[in-house]
């Protein structure tokens, strides 16, 4: 019985982790993102942290895997992934939130380090090379304090960071829009 129980435990394990995580990137998938992101944005909410989210997305990715074809897109995808994991501290949590979109929630995080931090990713991925290929970023950003109030849903900071990426789109790409 104890065997059995043990491999249930494990078989069950595996069937979260694959609804949680997004299997190219090893990040967390939409929904295992959602899942953890609400439950630190609650937790914000009580002890009145501050808290960012940023919405990244790779410009002209379609470009890129036109010219290179879709595995070397793939691997750009990962080195972006592992790049990220990489830059941010182990307290925040990152998604692949799409194709080329990805969502990081930085929990308690100083209201003056998050325009640093974002600066630093951009930079960060622009230098590295992503599977040798010169790519760029662009990045919206929300932040503040979670106040009780229709600010409350997480969504709606996520939508915020995602309006403020558009306008970093409009702006020329490869660079950070802040609170828009």
């Not at 960060?124 to 919206?140: D, L, M, N, Q, W």
Request: hydrophobic share 40%.
């Amino acid at each position: 019985l104890g065997e059995t129980l043990q491999s249930l435990w494990k078989r069950n394990k595996a069937l979260v982790d694959i609804a949680m995580t997004d299997a190219l990137t090893g990040l967390f998938n939409r929904r295992g993102f959602l899942i953890v992101a609400q439950g630190l944005f609650s937790l914000a909410e009580r002890r009145k942290e501050n808290l960012a989210v940023f919405m990244i997305d790779i410009d002209h990715f379609k470009k890129i895997n036109d010219k290179y074809g879709h595995p070397r897109g793939d691997t750009v995808l990962k080195s972006l992934a592992k790049s990220l994991k990489e830059t941010v501290r182990k307290s925040d949590v990152m998604c692949r939130y799409g194709g080329e979109e990805f969502v990081i929630l930085f929990p308690n995080i100083l209201s003056p380090a998050v325009p640093l931090m974002a600066e630093k990713i951009r930079k960060e991925v622009e230098e590295s090379r992503p599977a040798g290929i010169f790519t760029t970023i662009s990045i919206g950003v929300t932040q503040g304090l979670v106040k009780n109030s229709s600010d409350n849903d997480f969504l709606s900071w996520v939508s915020k960071a995602d309006k403020c990426l558009y306008k970093a789109k409009a702006n020329g790409r490869n660079c950070v829009v802040l609170d828009c």
